[in-house]
Structures are given as C-alpha cells and as structure tokens.
C-alpha cells in the first residue's frame, strides 16, 4: 500500500468509493475507533452550545465528514462497532437498497449538520442516506470558498472534526472561522502540531486549549508504518513511549473557541470519562 508524504498508509481510494462498505471495511480491519472516542465530546460541547448561546438547533460542520460518519454516530444513536457490522456482509445489495437501509437508522435530530470533505461521492452518499442536511464539496487548502459556500460557512455554529486535520491545515480552518468565528473541537493525531492552527486562529480572537488525556485512533496498518510515524514523532519531539510504540496511532482533542465564549467548556470536557462505548 502507498504512503502519503506525513508516512501515513494512504487511504484515499476508500475516500471516493460510491458507498462506504470499502471504508468501513478496510477501517475495521485496523480498529479504527476515533470517531468513537469523539463522540460523546461533540455531544457534549454542542448542548454547552446550547445552553451558553439558547440556539437549540446548532448548525455543526463535519469538516472532512467522508460519508457522514460522525453525523450518522449522532444522529441514528449508533456506534462505529454496530456501523462496522452494518456495513459487513452486505455485497449483494446495491447502492440505492444500501441507502434504503440507511435511512431507516436515521432518527430526527435537533442539529443541522453540514458536512465538508473534497470527496464528492462520499458527500454525495452521505446526503442520500440523510446522515447530513447540506454539503460542502471543497478543498479549502488551495481554494477560497464559493460564495455559495460561504453563504453555508456563514450559518456554522460548530466544526468538528476526527481524522482531518493534518490532511487540512490553517489555511482551511482560517477560510472556515473567518465567516462566522465557530467552536471548534478537532481531534488531531500527536504527529500534527496544532500550534499553527492554534496561532492563526488566535488572530481571529480565538482562545485554544487541549484536552487532557490522549485517544486511540487506530492501528497501524504496518511494521513499516509505525516505524516512519515513530521517525516522525521523534523528529516532533513527542515521545511515543506506553502509546505508539504499543502499535497504535493517538490523537488529542484541541478546543477553540472565540474569545469570551463559554469559560466552562474546556473544564467540562475535560470531565467527561475518556471512553465511550455507546
Ligand atoms: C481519515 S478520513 C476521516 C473521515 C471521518 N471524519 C472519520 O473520522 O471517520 C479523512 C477525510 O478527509 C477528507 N479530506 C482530505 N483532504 C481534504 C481536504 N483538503 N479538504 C476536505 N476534506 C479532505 C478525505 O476525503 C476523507 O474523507
């Protein structure tokens, strides 16, 4: 398999599939478990959301959504456990009886959930299944938005993201905090320094801090990819000692917020038990 240019397996013939069984399937193999882990912290910091603004219908972009995966988490009160079962076993059916079956899962929600990612299929599956309300197909690396996309930029309360940024840097979140000064809560690999995103958005007004404790992303696909992310943390100066050397990759949770904005959320989400199995 090849590697991309941070010495991570490159995954992105599953990122523009018509449907997410490859994804699943290829990420069940390697426990692909971050989404999970965000879960009950997106929970979380959408109802302080909530209670800090009185907006009771947040808007909440899924930067780098795929096929919907954090939004379908939410929204159909699943897991990625009971997700990878869904997915398994199911070659016989096709795209549309996949769609069918998934929108049955969906139950009424009170988010409005954007998803972004530069993966037109994946977007376009995760509309049809009803996992997200709009999209936005963009990679706000290289481009400005549209005006049409700043007119949905505009409305975001919240970013999320899990798996994202490191394929996104600053340029894309500043693009994105520019319309509307969102939350922000990114679950970001130990390899990729926040630093840049955290001082860019400063700019913006923003205030970040770093969740305590660190959460298991995946496995690594193989012997030679944990050797170069081993390289590469070395080189980071983050030691990998207890965690990567163990055989997984681990992300930390960055919060950023606008100045002013909800002084209890950093202390809240660092309350929350640092596993969630539901
Ligand atoms: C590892 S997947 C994460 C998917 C999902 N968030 C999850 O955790 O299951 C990374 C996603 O980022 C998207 N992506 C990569 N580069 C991007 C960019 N420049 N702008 C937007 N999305 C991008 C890919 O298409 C892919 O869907």
């Known amino acids: 398999m090849p590697f991309d240019s ?11 599939e018509p449907d997410p069984r490859a994804f699943f399937g290829t990420l ?17 910091l959408i109802d302080e959301y909530r209670a800090e603004t009185g907006v009771a219908v947040p808007t909440v972009l899924d930067l780098g959504c795929s096929y919907g995966v954090n939004a379908a988490l939410h929204r159909c009160g699943t897991s990625m456990e009971r997700l ?6 199911c070659e016989s059916l096709s795209r549309d009886e996949l769609i069918a079956r998934d929108r049955r899962m969906v139950a009424t929600d009170s988010v409005r959930f954007i998803g972004l990612d530069a993966s037109a ?10 996992f997200i309300d709009e999209a936005i ?6 481009e400005d938005p549209t005006e049409e996309q700043r007119a949905l930029l505009a409305d975001v309360d919240i970013v999320i993201s899990t798996g994202c940024v490191g394929y996104v840097t600053e340029k894309t979140l500043v693009r994105i905090a520019r319309e509307n000064r969102p939350w922000m809560a990114h679950f970001v690999l130990r390899m990729f320094s926040y630093r840049p995103v955290a001082e860019s958005l400063a700019d913006f007004g923003y205030e970040t801090t770093g969740i305590d ?3 298991p992303q995946r496995r690594f696909a193989s012997d030679e990819e944990q050797s170069q992310i081993l390289d590469n943390l070395s080189v980071a100066g983050v030691d990998p000692r207890g965690l990567e050397d163990g055989g997984r990759l681990y992300a930390r949770l960055y919060v950023s917020r606008p100045n002013g904005a909800a002084g209890g959320l950093a202390s809240a989400l660092n309350a929350l038990p640092l596993r969630d199995q539901g």
Not at 6 to 16: E, L, N, P, R, V
Not at 28 to 42: G, S
């Open 28 to 44: 069940r193999r390697l426990d692909y478990a971050i989404p999970q882990q965000a879960k009950a912290y997106f929970a979380k």
């Open 121 to 130: 299929p994946a977007l376009d599956y995760a509309l049809a299944a009803g």
């Open 137 to 142: 197909h963009a990679d706000l690396e290289s």
């Open 84 to 89: 990878y079962d869904h997915y398994r076993d």
């Open 6 to 16: 941070t010495g991570k397996i490159s995954f992105d013939h599953i990122y523009t």
């Open 213 to 215: 404790g660190v959460f």
